[in-house]
């Protein structure tokens, strides 16, 4: 299904999202609309959008669906109207476009989270709950974006720990996974240090990799505020560098306590078992 077949047509596209001008018509913005749609298929999968847009009108999924699309499309399209405000009598100061692209942002993500969110409480759509983007969470020692969270502040996004996935998953494989026993219990002390490294881990490649608009807002809010020196990559660097700092410091208390575990085990063992001996020649 089309992105632009979800609007009737321009009044009903208004309805969703907030700041269109009123010059523009739904040609100009359809190039938008489609390019939020994909962004939205790529998360949910073809099957899952066009199950939610079959819905009858005014459910709440479709609604929720219709308003992330909206929102995309004008976040998408506001450099568009910003140009061309600016060849009319009416000027828009730079100061005033960006203010506008983070309202569209911060309501493309609440939308999303909101479609997600919603799509988690009504898995069967679409066949959502087969989807990989759901199964493979079950896989990881996070599951979710409140638990997320919980060690590291995503404002608590859906959309953003769907977005990470990729990278907890290599986290998870590559680099924690391999430090830990065969049997681990996921419950303790361990458990939760291994889920903090997680959560800090995936955050400090994601600074690296995602450009700003595609961070919570609350890390945005870093770029801007706390890390305000030097270029854009000198910010990235050093917030990367500064939460690294902890994830390394973790890994070590990880590594101590897998050795003492196991050492404790090893204790337990009867040193007179055959199994246990060794021979030198």
């Given at each position: 299904m089309?992105?632009?077949?979800l609007?009737?047509?321009?009044?009903?596209?208004?309805?969703?999202?907030d700041?269109l001008?009123a010059?523009?018509?739904?040609?100009?913005?359809?190039?938008s609309?489609?390019?939020?749609g994909?962004d939205?298929?790529n998360i949910?999968?073809?099957?899952?959008?066009?199950s939610?847009a079959?819905?009858?009108?005014?459910s709440?999924g479709?609604?929720?669906?219709k308003?992330?699309?909206a929102?995309?499309a004008l976040?998408r399209?506001?450099?568009?109207?910003?140009?061309?405000?600016?060849n009319?009598e009416?000027?828009l100061?730079?100061?005033q476009?960006?203010?506008i692209?983070?309202?569209?942002?911060c309501a493309y993500?609440?939308?999303m989270?909101e479609l997600l969110d919603?799509l988690?409480?009504?898995?069967d759509?679409g066949g959502?709950?087969q989807?990989e983007i759901?199964?493979e969470?079950?896989?990881l020692?996070?599951?979710n974006?409140?638990?997320?969270?919980?060690?590291?502040?995503?404002?608590n996004?859906s959309?953003f720990?769907?977005?990470?996935q990729?990278?907890m998953r290599t986290?998870w494989?590559?680099?924690?996974k391999?430090m830990l026993?065969?049997?681990?219990?996921?419950?303790?002390?361990?458990s939760d240090?291994?889920k903090r490294?997680l959560?800090y881990?995936?955050?400090?490649?994601?600074?690296m990799?995602?450009?700003a608009?595609?961070l919570?807002?609350?890390?945005?809010?870093d770029?801007n505020?706390?890390?305000?020196?030097g270029?854009?990559?000198?910010?990235?660097e050093?917030?990367y560098?500064?939460?690294?700092a902890?994830?390394?410091?973790?890994?070590?208390?990880?590594?101590?306590i897998v050795k003492?575990?196991?050492g404790m085990?090893?204790?337990?063992?009867n040193?007179?078992n055959e199994?246990?001996?060794?021979?030198?020649?």
């Amino acid at each position: 299904m089309k992105a632009t077949a979800l609007y009737k047509d321009l009044a009903d596209f208004r309805k969703y999202a907030d700041g269109l001008e009123a010059d523009t018509s739904f040609t100009q913005i359809s190039a938008s609309i489609r390019s939020a749609g994909r962004d939205v298929i790529n998360i949910i999968t073809a099957e899952v959008f066009t199950s939610v847009a079959s819905l009858e009108d005014e459910s709440e999924g479709k609604e929720l669906l219709k308003t992330a699309v909206a929102c995309g499309a004008l976040y998408r399209y506001q450099i568009f109207a910003s140009v061309k405000k600016n060849n009319t009598e009416s000027k828009l100061y730079k100061y005033q476009h960006e203010e506008i692209k983070e309202h569209h942002i911060c309501a493309y993500w609440l939308a999303m989270d909101e479609l997600l969110d919603w799509l988690d409480l009504n898995p069967d759509t679409g066949g959502y709950s087969q989807t990989e983007i759901y199964l493979e969470r079950e896989s990881l020692p996070v599951r979710n974006a409140k638990e997320f969270n919980y060690y590291y502040g995503i404002d608590n996004s859906s959309y953003f720990f769907s977005k990470v996935q990729f990278l907890m998953r290599t986290v998870w494989k590559n680099i924690l996974k391999p430090m830990l026993p065969e049997k681990w219990k996921e419950s303790g002390q361990l458990s939760d240090l291994v889920k903090r490294v997680l959560c800090y881990n995936v955050i400090a490649e994601a600074v690296m990799k995602f450009d700003a608009t595609e961070l919570p807002r609350s890390i945005r809010y870093d770029f801007n505020h706390e890390y305000t020196k030097g270029t854009l990559m000198q910010e990235r660097e050093k917030l990367y560098a500064d939460i690294m700092a902890d994830v390394n410091d973790w890994k070590d208390n990880i590594s101590s306590i897998v050795k003492a575990n196991i050492g404790m085990s090893n204790m337990q063992h009867n040193p007179n078992n055959e199994s246990d001996k060794f021979y030198f020649t």
